[in-house]
């Protein structure tokens, strides 16, 4: 039961495609990342994902669609759907997920695959 | 799969501590409302709720503390515990909770009772 300042959290890290959690509600993750470059293209079979503009923007790329989001904009990738997100210039984000998720989804793991750390 | 705008949403509804969800999650809504002045005191059982400021600030009432918020500060709530906001000028929260979930928890209803609408 304390204030959670995102400005802060968002100081203790520097690396992209990399979640940090801040907090946890009904099972839910809320993480900060920030995203620079493209990201691999995957689905989360079993969870839906939101994700809200805190700085800067990027595009949610869909296989068959784009959704340009800037800060104070949100969007929700429903279960299943394929995406990836774009970032022309860095920009950072906070997402909600089901704790545990892995940000590359459930194909093939890389080395950017992480569930996020506490922080 | 659609941008959400936060500022537009705000600009749909004026009333206070009647939240409007613009998102759901994984059974989660996402829910945008006004704070006003000081909120029932209330308690969930069965859920956390989380409090992102996106303007102003409050202040959330615990029986034996008070957590200060401001804008790009948030708190999560967990389940049991009584609270109440307060806020000394208007201010604008998002908020993350179980879909269904009642504003005023799970005691008695009062006029100022929802589980909001969808905008």
């Not at 984000?93 to 996020?116: F, H, I, Q, Y």
């Amino acid at each position: 039961m304390q204030c959670i300042d995102i400005e802060r959290k968002l100081g203790i890290f520097s690396d992209h495609w990399s979640p940090r959690i801040i907090a946890n509600a009904n099972g839910q993750d809320i993480k900060l990342a920030k995203f620079s470059g493209a990201f691999d293209w995957h689905a989360h079979d079993d969870a839906d994902e939101m994700f809200l503009v805190i700085k800067g923007g990027f595009t949610m790329e869909f296989r068959d669609r784009s959704v340009a989001l800037q800060e104070g904009q949100m969007i929700v990738v429903p279960r299943g759907i394929e995406h990836r997100p774009v970032a022309d210039q860095e920009c950072a984000v906070l997402l909600c997920e089901p704790a545990g998720l892995l940000n590359t989804g459930d194909g093939p793991e890389s080395d950017r695959t992480t569930s996020g750390e506490w922080i």
